[in-house]
């Protein structure tokens, strides 16, 4: 019997429930944006399609903290790693009231480091506390957390913004922060029992990078990761704007097509977390999900205002349970090929390639906008990411077979 396998179902279920919890306490603080971009746009006089921009930051934050910050959850703990993560949320949610860029970009950065923090210390909580057999879908719940922060900006945000204000928006994603990182504390002495207060506060910039490139498995992963990351996100960021701008729809109508793709991908990672641990293989799950996305990017290059909303919201629901449902999986696969003892170090690792792709997405989005001039056929070029997100899948595959389970 695995460590894992001995704690009580009752010490399973609040771990699980803390780190998703947390993820969409964090998840929200970037999903806010992009949902209430119109209107933030009209107050600072830029453009909406500038949101791509700061998303980018968002995760450029991420991606440098997942490379600064993994030492962290060794010397605090899970638990205090999370907590610290939120207390970053909330303090960049407050500098976001005062309406400026430069506010925002403050804002954007403080939001990505909470998210750096959070995704090592929740892998590192889950595979101590989670039973082996049950690890693809414990990992998959979790992770519901990005897409049930989506739909829950996309659902109630537009309507805050529109009757109080933008602001209040923003207020809703920090009371949420705070009242995670207090709920968390009465466990911490427990879940971070493990911790080793004596070691040295550094840095290891590249070390979790170095240890996943040397793993050929884990490296192709990694370069699927990213192209996966470049297509959710550019899906989470510019669904709204695309509906409002080209498909005729208003503000709080494109908000619930964002929320029913956010939906689907909730529901898509219980699933195939479920599924991955039956077929004892989630690296071919993630290729059958990659084989989907393909036709859904070519179907919203010819979206246009006429189309039935029963057609769009089918188009939106197999989208966001492919390109949305897709991280636990990796999560998990990451956890489960760690070298012991350093799950959180590659976990950290792991997660560079996947800001990276994030941190890509938006802003070639925005630039491809640009050129072409149509958000619908922007979206048909990302075909051409999923062709290499498969690819990539089939190499991960490969290795995984040479190297043995």
Known sequence: ?????????????????ATTAAQVAGAMGAAVFPVIAPELARTLDVEASLIGYQMSVIYGAAMLGS???????????????TQIGMACCVV?????????????????????????????????????????QHRNFIFSLKQTGVPLAWAL??????????????????????????????AMQPARERWDDDRRPDLPVQAR????????????ALRWLGVAAFGMAFVQLCVSTF????????AGYTLIEAGLMLSVAQIAGVMGRIVWGW?????HDSVRVLQWLTICMLPCCIAIAFLQPGWPVAATTLL?????????????????????????????????????????????GPTAFTIAYKLIGSYAWTYGMLTVVVAVILAALLAARRELRLSGP
Not at 67 to 80: K, N, P, Q
Not at 321 to 346: D, K, M
Request: proline share 5%; aromatic share 10%.
């Open 275 to 279: 599924v991955a641990d039956r077929v």
């Open 239 to 246: 669904t709204v704007i695309m509906l409002v701008a080209e």
């Open 1 to 17: 019997m695995s460590v894992a396998a001995a704690y009580p179902p009752r010490t399973v279920v609040a771990v699980v429930a």
């Open 153 to 182: 900006m996309a659902l109630i945000a537009p309507v805050v913004t529109l009757t109080w204000g933008w602001r209040w928006a923003l207020a809703l994603v920090l009371l949420s922060a705070v009242v995670t990182m207090l």
């Open 67 to 81: 490379m600064l910050f993994t030492w962290m959850v060794a010397r605090y703990g899970g638990c205090r790693t």
């Open 92 to 132: 960049g949610l407050a500098v976001g009231f005062h309406s400026s860029v430069l506010a925002l970009a403050v804002t954007s950065v403080f939001i990505g480091i909470a998210m750096s923090i959070n995704l090592p210390a929740a892998g590192h909580l889950l595979f101590r506390f989670s039973p082996p």
């Open 316 to 360: 939106y629901a197999v989208f966001g349970a492919t390109a949305i449902g897709w991280n636990g999986l990796y999560t998990a696969e990451v956890a489960r090929r760690s070298p012991p003892g350093q799950i959180s170090l590659t976990t950290g690792g792991a997660m560079v390639w996947n800001f990276a792709g994030i941190l890509a």
């Open 205 to 216: 910039i590249f070390d979790g990078v170095q240890l996943v490139w040397r793993i050929p």
